[in-house]
């Protein structure tokens, strides 16, 4: 495995956070019903989250030299994450973040797995911390659904 393999999983990464950050735009500026202010908010802090996570990705991958992706047609051509859809009630919305973060996280093990093959340590460790942010998001909006 090389640091290219690294680079790859960074920005598939790279490619479904800023998917998701458009999708949690969309579902903050259109959330409607009795748990409005709840997730209006809530939706909020995931996108100012997910912008963060964007901007360290593409910086780590500059750091080990790679290049970011960093267009929106390379983001809708590699990432996993699909857009919303624009008809989801906010339950929908709940679930669909529900299952974003899980694909992401799941997918974090891939760059912790290649980082850690390629000795590149800081990666895995960006990662494993930020698998186990995910983790207690994703149990939360869990909590939510009920």
Do not use: C
């Not at 911390?129 to 659904?145: C, D, F, I, V």
């Amino acid at each position: 495995m090389t640091n290219q393999t690294v680079v790859k999983e960074l920005n598939q990464q790279l490619a479904d956070w800023n998917v998701l950050y458009t999708k949690l735009h969309n579902f903050h500026w259109n959330v409607k019903g009795p748990d409005f202010f709840t997730l209006h908010a809530k939706f909020e802090e995931f996108y100012n989250e997910a912008g963060v996570h964007i901007d360290e990705i593409a910086e780590r991958i500059l750091a080990i030299k790679g290049k970011p992706i960093a267009t929106m047609k390379e983001f809708l051509q590699t990432s996993n994450v699909e857009e919303a859809t624009g008809q989801e009630t906010a339950r929908d919305m709940v679930a669909a973040i529900e299952r974003d973060f899980h694909a992401v996280s799941t997918h974090a093990e891939a760059v912790i797995e290649a980082a850690e093959k390629v000795e590149d340590e800081s990666t895995a460790d960006m990662f494993i911390a930020l698998k186990a942010e995910l983790e207690k998001h994703t149990w939360m909006l869990n909590a939510y659904l009920g």
